[in-house]
């Protein structure tokens, strides 16, 4: 980190206008040097369709998740659907709200798949697709990141980020 | 046999198997009719889902293995790689009124790869509480039996063998239905489950093969995320066991001799076996402890009855997991032979001088020692430490540092047991 200060400062020494630039692009190059954490959104939303009016607990959003239980709280049917393993907000969901790791949760799901007791919720393969099916049907239940979220869908519960 | 060697032979072997290929392709062939069905039909969805183990492993001595006639597990001295490699391979296709069907082939390095068809079964999930499942089941014996074959949902590179071994493979699936019962009281979740069947098979440890019928049990756990606990009462009424040829040579003899009676006391088919089974745990943050305690008594006749328990407690450091165990077995047969041996030499030994009689007596004792000899020579208690270490990477595999003291109490006796193993599970909903 220091090597690659020192040598911006050797290269750019000499430019006086520069001394501006020199300056920003120190910084930079300091914070490239800094691990990168991937681009987390502030916030997790739990989403589901405009018309569903039904108030949700964390603890009963997991659980449904988890395959535990199929109904709302006020007694409809729910049937949860999964982002795309591969962003980021599926193994911030499974750590902040399932309160799993993400090779805990495969154990889990790997448990009931190959003994038959159960299914992990579909997967849904792009968040575009994912916010135009749950806010066409109430008994969709989803999640995305603040960033990704629109408002044609309802949103039931924000989740602010703690860095863990 | 250098480790490339063993990768040579092994793959040969596997290609070369009728058995393998045949079953393989079988099992493709239906499965791509049940996707060309699934797929002109929009409510239909087809799942394949599959696993494996590498494992190698390294035993300083057997001494344990060979000291009461029935190893404790399926090492041999020196390093090997065919205990614990196996693969698994499962196709689902399900209707999304809840009907489905899965089979399930599993390849052992243990049984030289021979593909087994180890599930196979319908099952019809009702509004999510209820799961019936008809076929061919593996059979919730213990807490980690049903999915025992899965390397990478549990931490240890294999399950306590004092525990989970094959001496009991007469219990380890059925034929039959199983109905699963799931609900939940406030944030505690239920899940009760009941089954009926039977089963058959070959090669098991104290016989040629293996009939049972009308086995049933239920299993009741509950858990609220943080801690479980598991209840499991099973039973096997009526288990049939066809001798070894030296096992029935002996009850051959006995007859002859006039011992029927003995004999059949003796004899290992018609048993009634009962399996008991407690299990319970804590998940902290991330530490946790688990512990197990069984117990399965075989009703009589020469295959022992077994309580065993472990405790396995760890922390998981991010993708590291390190964790500490220990596991007990005492196994022992309940010598209801003896008396009435010792009964009849007691009433022969006031005639004694008859050369008939004396002969007579001389062969019951032989016999009454033989009995004692075989009732102590199976009686033992096994214990095991085991240490451990995980890593699990971004993708769902994992790879598995362990180390295990065996230890032979009774015969003071004491091995090393050094393993390495990779885990992977693979697949996905469609």
Redesign the interface.
Known sequence: MIYLVSRSTLFLVDLNKMRFNYCSISISLLLSCLPLKPVIAEELIVITAKDNPVNIAI?DV??IFL????KYPGGEDVIPLNLNPADPSYDNFARVVL?K???QL??YW??R????????P??ISTTEELLELVSKDKRYLSYIDSEGANHNVRWVIVIKNNDS | MGLIDWCKGHILQIYSRGFLLAGLVKFLLAYMFLIGAAKSHAALSHNINGYGTIGVGYLNDDSVNESDGVPHNLFDRGVQYDVDSRFGIQGTVAHDNGLGFTGQLVALSSEDYDVDLEWSYLHFNYANNLTIRAGRLRRPLYLHSDYRRIGYIYPWARLPAEIYSDDIRFASSIDGLDIIYQFNVSQWDFNAEIYYGGTSGRDITFGEGYTTRDDYGLVLDVGNGLVFFRLGYHRSPRVEIEPLESTQALFDGLTFAGFSEVASDLSISDLDVEFYDFATGITYGSWFVNAEIVNYRTGGGLIPDDASWYINGGKRFGRFTTHISFSERRRRIKDTFSPPIHAQIEQLTPLAGNPVVDATIAGLTGLAQGVKSAVDDVKSKHQSYTLGLRYDFNKPMSLKFEYQQIHDKDNKLRNDLFSVTFDFIFGGSK
């Open positions: 603890a997991a659980r395959g535990k239980i199929n309160k790791t993400p090779s495969r154990a790997a448990k798949v190959f003994t038959g007791k159960g299914r992990p579909k997967v």
